[in-house]
């Protein structure tokens, strides 16, 4: 998988955690930079540990789905795309009106970066059946998951509600483009 490619992934896995990194980020009473480091640390954490497990999982069983390996590429990654695209258009549940505030409760927000992450574990099935380098796929999908993160806890007072169903269509429908060019590139060799 070239960089490119993998940077497109990333940056789809990313959108989840992009969202509830707005979401932390408008509910913090001041933006401080320690505390968007904090969310973009965890959530980059988690995004980089969940494809490894669907990698293990996908590695394990790649010797028994050779001959399909790239259907099932394709039929996780345009599942997660479409489960992306269908929660942008779910209506937002508004929370209960709560004064904002600083200090992040760490187990609350360890859960929610791993809630972010689940889609990730199925694409690290598909970078197992396809023979992608783990390390490398893993530190790129955390770093830049870690950066947006980072950067939607920082602007999330403001653009929380206008960027985050958006961002979250567009990277459903690119891992889709994703797991057609796996399909294609694999039907045409």
Request: proline share 3%; hydrophobic share 55%; net charge negative.
């Amino acid at each position: 998988m070239s960089f490119p490619v993998l940077l497109i992934l990333a940056l789809s896995l990313s959108v989840d955690a992009f969202a509830a990194a707005l979401a932390k980020g408008a509910a913090q009473r001041e933006h401080r930079l320690a505390d968007a480091l904090k969310i973009g640390l965890v959530f980059g954490a988690c995004e980089a540990i969940t494809p490894a497990i669907g990698w293990f999982l996908g590695a394990a069983l790649s010797h028994y789905i050779d001959a399909y390996d790239h259907w099932i590429a394709f039929g996780l990654l345009t599942a997660v795309g479409l489960h992306l695209i269908k929660e942008s258009f779910s209506p937002v549940e508004e929370a209960a009106e709560e004064q904002p505030r600083n200090g992040l409760n760490p187990m609350r927000l360890l859960l929610t970066g791993l809630a972010t992450s689940i889609d990730a574990t199925a694409v690290g099935v598909s970078l197992a059946v396809i023979d992608v380098n783990l390390i490398y796929a893993c530190a790129v999908i955390g770093f830049v998951s870690f950066a947006m993160s980072t950067i939607g806890a920082m602007i999330g007072k403001g653009a929380g509600k206008m960027l985050g169903r958006k961002a979250e269509a567009l990277g459903g429908i690119a891992l889709i483009g994703i797991g057609t060019v796996i399909l294609i590139e694999h039907l045409s060799a």
